[in-house]
C-alpha cells in the first residue's frame, strides 16, 4: 500500500520496517515508537538520520553497514543502543549519546572506523562487550561512573591515546587490547577484577596485548583479582611499568 512508503521507507503504524532503498539526508516520521531489526541494514547511500522524539526502541543492527551514514541524530526517548546498531558505520565521525540511555549494546559502535571520540554518560550502567572494538580513528574515550564491565570495549582502537575510566568500573576483560598508540593508563579505585579474553580456537587476549605504545599503568589497591594471562603480551612488545603498592595484588607485576 503506497501510504505505508514515505521516501523509499516503509511504515507499518508505529513502526518502521524497512528504509533499504534511502538515499541522503532522512529524517524519520514524528510518531513513529520503533525502529525494528535491520531497518536500514546495509543501506549504502544513506548519509544522514534524524531520529524523532516519539522514538523509544531501536532494534539490533538497524543502521549495519551503513557505510556513508556520517551524522545521526539520538533522541532523548531512547533508553537502549541495541546489538550492532551501527557496526560498520565506517563514515560516522562523531555521536551524542544521551541521557536517557542505560544500555549499549555488543558490538553497538564496532567498526565505526571514523569515529574520533565517545564519551559514555553517567546513565549507561551496561555496556556491552567489543563496543568500540576496531574503531581505528578514536583518539579519545570518556567512560561515566555508571558502566561496570569492559569487555573488549576498545580492542584494535590503534589510536586511542586519551581515556577516563568511571569510578563505577569493577570489571576490565581484554579492554584494551590492540591500542597500539595507548601510552599511560590509571586504573581508577574500586576495580577488582583484571582478566584476559580467551578467544576459543585463537590465542588469549591480554588487556594491554599489542599495546606496543604502553610505558605506563597504574593499578589501585583495590584490584585483588588478576586471571593468570591478565597481563599477557605478544612476544616482541616492549616491557611497560606497573606502578602500584608493595601490599597489593598487581606488585607482582611490577
Known amino acids: ?37 535491520n531497518a536500514f541494514y546495509n543501506c549504502s547511500e544513506l548519509t544522514g538520520i534524524t531520529i524523532p522524539d516519539s522514538v523509544v526502541e531501536i532494534g539490533n543492527w538497524a543502521f549495519d553497514n551503513c557505510t556513508a551514514l556520517a551524522s545521526v541524530t539520538l533522541p532523548n526517548s531512547i533508553t537502549k543502543i541495541s546489538d550492532s546498531t551501527f557496526y560498520g558505520c565506517e563514515s560516522l565521525k562523531s555521536i551524542t549519546i544521551p541521557d536517557s540511555v542505560t544500555e549499549i549494546g555488543n558490538n553497538a559502535f564496532a567498526f565505526c572506523q571514523s569515529l574520533t571520540s565517545i564519551t559514555i554518560p ?38 586511542l591515546t586519551d581515556v577516563s575510566i568511571g569510578n563505577g568500573v569493577k570489571t576490565m576483560i581484554a579492554t584494551f587490547s590492540g591500542c597500539s598508540s595507548l601510552k599511560e593508563l590509571v586504573i581508577p579505585d574500586g576495580v577488582t577484577t583484571l582478566e584476559h579474553y580467551n578467544g576459543g580456537e585463537g590465542a588469549p587476549y591480554g588487556i594491554f596485548d599489542f599495546c606496543e605504545s604502553l610505558i605506563r599503568v597504574t593499578i589501585p589497591d583495590s584490584v585483588t583479582n588478576i586471571s593468570d594471562l591478565a597481563f599477557r603480551v605478544y612476544p616482541d612488545q616492549e616491557p611497560f611499568t606497573v606502578v602500584c ?4 595484588t598487581a606488585y607482582q607485576y611490577a
Open 245 to 248: 603498592s608493595k601490599d597489593s
Open 1 to 37: 500500500d503506497e501510504k505505508n512508503w514515505d521516501n523509499g521507507v516503509l511504515y507499518i503504524g508505529e513502526y518502521l520496517l524497512s528504509g533499504a532503498r534511502v538515499k541522503g539526508n532522512y529524517a524519520i516520521k514524528n510518531g513513529t515508537t520503533t525502529i525494528v531489526e
Open 122 to 159: 553517567n546513565s549507561v550502567t551496561k555496556l556491552g562487550f567489543s563496543a568500540f572494538a576496531w574503531c581505528e580513528l578514536l583518539t579519545s574515550a570518556n567512560i561515566g561512573n555508571g558502566v561496570t564491565s569492559l569487555e573488549l570495549t576498545f580492542t584494535q582502537c590503534s589510536s
